[in-house]
C-alpha cells in the first residue's frame, strides 16, 4: 500500500519546488527541506550572505558547513532513489541516460551493487570486470515491485571527495556523522565508532522512546480537549438555563403590564359607556324638539296656505307660545361631554431604563487544565440586562440593539466609461468617506465620494506594474494607500490614494511567499496585509512592505478561504466552498466554525467577503443567497438584508461591504454592476 501511494505522488516527490523541475543532485538543509543544489547555489548568489542559506519553504535561515557552498550540504539519497525509480517507471516512454557514457536509450540495464543505469554497450564492459561478478543487473522493462522496493533501499553512499563509491557504514561518535571506511582510517582516526546499524538501532530506541513520551502527551491532551468540550456543554446548558429563567421573568412581566392595559382599558370602556349614555339621552331630547319645530312649521306654512284671516290671526298667540317655548330651551351645555386622555407610567418606564429586567451574573473560573476538576479562585461579574456588557472570554454575549437596514442611495451601471461599472467586487472606505471599487470585469479600481460621485479610476487589463487580471480584494492601509489582490496575475499591488503605483509583492507558485489566485485582503491592527491565497486554501500575512510573515489553513482546515479579517484575538474567515464562516487564534489555531449550506436564517451559500460594522456585528455577503447576513462574534445570527433581484434593496450576487462613518452599509452588487448604500434605522 505504500509503495502503491508513493509511486502515485511520484512526480510530486521527486520535483523541486523551486525550479519545478525533477531534482538535479538534491541537497537538503538542517530544517529538512530540499532543493537543487543549482537552486541553492542560485538563491546564495542572490542573497549575497556567504555561508548562510534562508530556506524558501519555510524561510528559516540556516548555517551551511564547511566552506559555506551548498555543496557541502548532505546529499538526499532518498531523493536520488526516487529519481531513479521515476527513471525506471518512464523507460518505455522515455529514453534514460547511461551513467557511464551518458548515452540516452530505452533498452537500459540497472545495476543494484552500483546503483547506477548502464546502456546495452557498456554493460559488457561493466561485466567483464572481476570485482563486479555478483552485481546483480536487471533491465528496466522486468522491473517488478520487489525490485523497486531493492531501488528504494539501496545503501549511501559518501560525500567527500575520492569516497563517492564507498559505502557509509560507520557512525563517528565524536563528531556524530555517518563515515566509510576510508573516513574511519583518515579523517576520523582516533575517534569513537560504532557500526552504522548499530548506531541506527541505538538512535531508534531513543526515537521510539521520544515518540511514546509524545504519543501519551498527545493522549494528555485529549483528554484536556474532551474536558474543554464538557465545559462547553456545561456552558451551553447554562446558558440555556439563564435563558429560560429571563424568558420566564420576560413573561411573568408581560402578563402583568397586559392585566394592567386591561384594567385601563376597562376602565376607559366604563367611562366612554356612561358618557355615550348621555349624549344618548341628550341626543333624544334635541330630536323631539326637531319634530315639535317641524310639525309647527308645517302647520304653519299650512295656514298660511289657506290664508283664512280669521286662523291666522287666532294662531298668533299660539306661535308665539311656541317662540317661547324653543327660546326658553336655548343651546345646550356640551361643556359635561366626557374627553379622555392617557398618563403614562414614568415611573415604571424610568424602573425599567435604570434596572432593566434582571441581571446575569457570571462566576468565572481560572482552570488549571491538566486537572480533571476545575480549581482556582473565582471571580464574578454581574451584567446588566438592559446595557449589554462584553466579557472577554464568556460565553455570553453583549446584548447589541438591532437595527434594520433600509437602501438609500445606489450609483452605477453597466459600462466601461468613467463613472460606470462592471461586475464591482471588493469595496474600501477611507478616513475620508471615500468608496474604492474593485473592478472585476474592467480590470480598474474607481474611486468614488459617498453620494456617488466618480472622483477616479487606475489600472487596465495586463500584467505591467499599475496593471490588472481581475482586481478582487482592496482595502486601505493606516497610509491611506490602496492595497489590491491582483487575483489572475498571483500578487498584491500598493497604490497612493492618487492611483500610483507603488510596489508590488508575490508572484504565482506554492512557495510561502508566492500566491496563487488571491481573492480578499484585509489590513489588521498592526498594519500586516491578510491574504485569502484561494487556490492553496492558505491565509497568508505579509508585512507592509509585502514581507512574509507567516501563515496558517490548508488542507483539512479551509476548503476555498474567500475572505480573512482580524478582529479581537480572532482571524474571521469565509470559506466559501464549505458554506461557513471559521474562527481562528492569532496563531492560526482552529476554534470553532458556524454555518452550513441553505437559505435559512444562519446558512450560506458561498459566503463571500466580510466586516464587522460600527455596532461589533460581522457582516457576511452571502451572495447565491442574494443578501447580507449579520451576526455576534459568537456566530449567533442577528439579521439579515437583501433578496434575489434588481431593484431597490435587491442583488444580483453580494460580494463586499465597508462602512462608512456614518454608520451607514457600502455593498457591492455584482451583476447589477452597482454600489448599494444602506442605512440603519
Wanted: glycine content about 8%; some cysteine; proline content about 2%.
Amino acid at each position: 500500500m505504500y509503495l502503491k501511494t508513493l509511486l502515485d505522488n511520484l512526480h510530486d516527490e521527486v520535483s523541486c519546488s523551486v525550479c519545478m523541475c525533477t531534482y538535479t543532485d538534491p541537497k537538503q538543509l538542517p530544517c529538512l527541506h530540499s532543493f537543487c543544489l543549482p537552486c541553492l547555489n542560485g538563491i546564495q548568489r542572490t542573497s549575497g550572505d556567504h555561508g548562510k542559506i534562508t530556506c524558501p519553504e519555510c524561510r528559516k535561515q540556516s548555517e551551511i558547513p564547511g566552506s559555506g557552498n551548498p555543496s557541502e550540504l548532505p546529499t538526499n539519497f532518498r531523493i536520488n532513489s526516487l529519481v531513479d525509480v521515476l527513471a525506471i517507471k518512464e523507460c518505455s516512454t522515455a529514453n534514460v541516460k547511461c551513467g557511464n557514457c551518458e548515452k540516452r536509450s530505452s533498452q537500459t540495464l540497472y545495476c543494484f551493487q552500483c546503483c547506477s543505469f548502464w546502456c546495452e554497450e557498456c554493460i559488457l564492459a561493466h561485466n567483464v570486470i572481476r570485482t563486479n561478478k555478483e552485481h546483480k543487473t536487471l533491465a528496466l522493462k522486468d522491473f517488478q515491485d520487489q525490485d523497486i522496493e531493492a531501488v528504494l533501499r539501496r545503501p549511501a553512499f559518501c560525500q567527500k571527495e575520492l569516497h563517492e563509491k564507498e559505502e557509509l557504514k560507520f557512525f563517528c561518535k565524536n563528531c556524530e556523522v555517518a563515515i566509510c571506511s576510508t573516513c574511519a582510517m583518515t579523517l576520523h582516526e582516533g575517534h569513537g565508532k560504532m557500526l552504522l546499524q548499530e548506531a541506527t538501532n541505538a538512535r531508534k530506541t531513543k526515537i521510539n522512546s521520544m515518540i511514546k513520551s509524545l504519543k501519551d502527551k498527545v493522549l494528555e491532551k485529549r483528554k484536556e480537549v474532551e474536558q474543554f468540550n464538557q465545559k462547553s456543554m456545561e456552558v451551553q446548558a447554562k446558558v440555556t438555563d439563564v435563558k429560560r429563567q429571563v424568558q420566564t421573568n420576560v413573561d411573568q412581566m408581560i402578563a402583568i403590564i397586559e392585566a394592567r392595559k386591561q384594567d385601563v382599558f376597562d376602565a376607559v370602556d366604563d367611562q366612554a359607556n356612561k358618557s355615550l349614555e348621555t349624549l344618548s339621552q341628550k341626543k333624544g331630547k334635541v330630536e323631539n324638539q326637531v319634530k315639535i319645530i317641524e310639525s309647527a312649521i308645517e302647520q304653519t306654512e299650512s295656514l298660511m296656505k289657506r290664508n283664512f284671516s280669521t286662523e291666522i290671526l287666532g294662531f298668533n298667540e299660539t306661535f308665539d307660545k311656541i317662540l317661547e317655548e324653543q327660546e326658553s330651551q336655548g343651546n345646550r351645555d356640551h361643556e359635561s361631554i366626557a374627553r379622555f386622555s392617557f398618563t403614562k407610567s414614568d415611573k415604571l418606564i424610568n424602573v425599567l431604563n435604570s434596572e432593566g429586567i434582571g441581571n446575569v451574573k457570571t462566576v468565572f473560573s481560572e482552570t488549571k487544565l491538566q486537572q480533571s476538576e476545575a480549581e482556582g479562585k473565582e471571580s464574578s461579574k454581574v451584567i446588566d440586562g438592559n446595557k449589554g456588557v462584553n466579557v472577554r472570554d464568556s460565553p455570553l454575549e453583549a446584548q447589541v440593539q438591532t437595527k434594520c437596514c433600509i437602501p438609500v442611495l445606489s450609483f452605477g451601471q453597466q459600462g466601461e466609461s468613467v463613472g460606470m461599472l462592471k461586475e464591482p467586487w471588493g469595496v474600501a472606505v477611507n478616513d475620508r468617506d471615500e468608496i474604492a471599487v474593485a473592478e472585476l470585469g474592467n480590470h480598474r479600481v474607481s474611486v468614488f465620494n459617498s453620494d456617488g460621485t466618480h472622483l477616479k479610476s487606475f489600472g487596465s487589463e495586463g500584467q505591467n506594474n499599475g496593471e490588472f487580471n481581475q482586481p478582487s480584494g482592496i482595502a486601505f492601509d493606516s497610509l491611506g494607500n490602496i492595497v489590491v489582490a491582483d487575483c489572475k496575475n498571483h500578487r498584491v499591488q500598493v497604490f497612493d490614494r492618487n492611483g500610483k503605483f507603488l510596489r508590488k509583492f508575490g508572484k504565482h507558485g506554492s512557495l510561502d511567499h508566492q500566491l496563487s489566485h488571491p481573492e480578499g485582503l484585509s489590513i489588521d491592527g498592526k498594519g500586516d496585509i491578510i491574504v485569502a491565497d484561494k487556490a492553496k486554501r492558505l491565509i497568508k500575512i505579509f508585512s507592509s512592505s509585502g514581507e512574509y510573515l507567516r501563515k496558517f489553513g490548508g488542507a483539512g482546515s479551509l476548503v476555498l478561504p474567500y475572505h480573512c479579517i482580524q478582529h479581537g484575538h480572532c482571524f474571521i474567515v469565509s470559506d466559501y466552498d464549505d458554506h461557513s464562516i471559521k474562527m481562528f487564534d492569532l496563531k492560526g489555531r482552529f476554534i470553532f466554525k458556524f454555518g452550513k449550506q441553505g437559505n435559512k436564517n444562519g446558512e450560506f451559500n458561498r459566503p463571500r467577503y466580510l466586516s464587522v460594522n460600527k455596532q461589533g456585528l460581522l457582516m457576511v455577503c452571502d451572495s447565491g443567497n442574494y443578501r447580507v447576513q449579520v451576526f455576534e462574534l459568537s456566530g449567533k445570527f442577528v439579521t439579515k438584508f437583501g433578496s434575489e433581484g434588481s431593484g431597490r434593496g435587491e442583488f444580483k450576487y453580494t460580494v463586499s461591504t465597508a462602512n462608512l462613518s456614518d454608520g451607514r452599509i457600502v455593498v457591492s452588487d455584482q451583476n447589477n454592476h452597482r454600489i448599494q448604500i444602506f442605512d440603519q434605522i
